[in-house]
């Protein structure tokens, strides 16, 4: 198992400014995933945080307005950029270590509310 | 990209009592995946199938893969408070991971 670590867990942002959030896993994996969960909702993927690469990012999600970096195995960000209302969502952080099976590690997710 | 629908959607019961959430699709899966999560946290990995017709549990939960590894069941007998959350299952096909879109379960005192 991974232990992830992310922040902030919440944060109250003015439209048209950018928040980073941070995601810390205790241990190196392959696998680092960026999803969106609307109150009470299921998750979206927005993107796949490669090591040393462009993250691959799913339809309807842009590097423009979600850029992610992922410097190591064991580190990624997840900007969101010019915000606006509809951003306000949880975006939760995952890892995943590829060793048959895929199982997910979540981050306990961020909060993220838009004015 | 393999649509995944789970129901019910909403379930409220009584404690003592026993209940059936269900996880369909018409595409086939390499292992499916069971997540609980909890208000203000992420989602917890509950089990994984991986093997038509597999059968796992998990202390009062049942976990059912289907035979031709389209769809997957839970079960939990006489749930208890603490069962209560956002039931969530999540297939896996050619190292793409989609989710359902969940159950919210609220067991009563």
């Known amino acids: 198992s991974a232990v992830i670590s992310q922040k902030p867990s919440r944060d109250i942002c003015q439209r048209g400014t950018s928040l980073t959030i941070q995601c810390q896993v205790d241990s190196q994996v392959t696998m680092m995933f960026w999803y969106r969960q609307q109150p009470g909702q299921s998750l979206t993927l927005i993107a796949t945080?490669?090591?040393?690469?462009?993250?691959?990012?799913e339809s309807g999600f842009v590097i423009d307005k979600f850029p992610i970096s992922r410097p190591n195995l064991t580190f990624s960000t997840l900007t969101v950029s010019n915000m606006s209302p509809e951003d306000s969502s949880i975006y939760l952080c995952?890892?995943?270590?590829?060793?048959?099976?895929?199982?997910?590690?979540f981050g306990s997710g961020t909060q993220l509310s838009v004015l | 990209t393999q649509l995944l629908e789970q129901s019910p959607q909403f379930l409220s019961i009584q404690e003592g009592e026993n209940l059936t959430v269900y996880c369909n699709s018409s595409?086939?899966?390499?292992?499916l995946q069971w997540y609980r999560q909890e208000p203000g946290e992420g989602p917890v990995l509950l089990v994984t199938?991986?093997?038509?017709?597999e059968v796992k549990k998990l202390k009062r939960l049942t976990f059912q893969f289907g035979d031709a590894r389209k769809d997957s069941s839970l079960h939990i007998t006489a749930a208890q408070p603490g069962d209560t959350g956002l039931y969530l299952c999540?297939?896996?096909?050619?190292?793409?991971?989609?989710f359902g879109a969940g159950t919210r379960l609220t067991v009563k005192p």
């Open positions: 595409s086939v899966f390499s292992s």
């Open positions: 999540a297939g896996v096909a050619n190292n793409d991971m989609r």
């Open positions: 945080a490669n090591q040393g690469s462009e993250a691959t990012y």
């Open positions: 199938v991986v093997t038509g017709g």
């Open positions: 995952s890892a995943g270590d590829g060793q048959g099976a895929v199982k997910l590690f």
